[in-house]
């Protein structure tokens, strides 16, 4: 039997899930017996694979370049999963929204600054209006709140989705699991 392939992503977000994803320690060690990891921050992969079978999405959507890769992630990957409450709803990036991305971008590179006060146009990404969770954008299939995500939730969702069983995400959050 030939291994899944997963694939993790980051968005707008702080990387706290995909912390936690590794806080699996050990059992990392069991899911690479039965998964390829094919694109992930964690890898020196710089392109997103034509044919993903599970993609975990960390973060918000909140520049062009975001939506842009949460669209090409869904349209070549059969089970995405948004992970953690910034993916799910937008959370800590979505905060930024009653005050507007020119006034963030303003505050940021303008006001806070001694030398060479300038927006930057080519490192930083055109901001959207508002920052919004992915399944506003494309299909998610399933959702792994949290903030972030146990280890033990990771582990829980991710073996049920390698081997097709049931998922009751709710059991896996309800006691911290």
């Keep these: 039997m030939s291994k899944l392939k997963l694939a993790t992503a980051w968005l707008d977000g702080c990387s706290g899930c995909h912390m936690s994803f590794l806080d699996m320690d050990e059992r990392l060690l069991e899911l690479a017996e039965l998964v390829d990891l094919v694109y992930s921050p964690i890898v020196d992969v710089k392109q997103y694979p034509d044919e993903v079978d599970i993609a975990l999405v960390e973060g918000a959507v909140s520049s062009v370049d975001d939506e842009k890769k949460i669209r090409k992630i869904r349209a070549h990957t059969r089970t995405l999963v948004a992970m953690g409450d910034c993916a799910v709803t937008g959370n800590v990036p979505s905060m930024r929204n009653p005050i507007g991305p020119q006034a963030i971008l303003e505050r940021a590179y303008l006001e806070n600054v001694t030398a060479q006060a300038q927006i930057p146009c080519m490192i930083v990404p055109k901001l ?32 049920a989705l390698i081997q097709g069983a049931p998922l009751d995400i709710s059991a896996l959050t309800r006691f911290g699991a």
């Design 128 to 159: 959207l209006p508002i920052v919004r969770p992915i399944h506003e954008f494309v299909k998610v299939d399933v959702f792994l709140p949290g903030c972030p995500p146990s280890a033990d939730t990771f582990h829980a969702a991710l073996t």
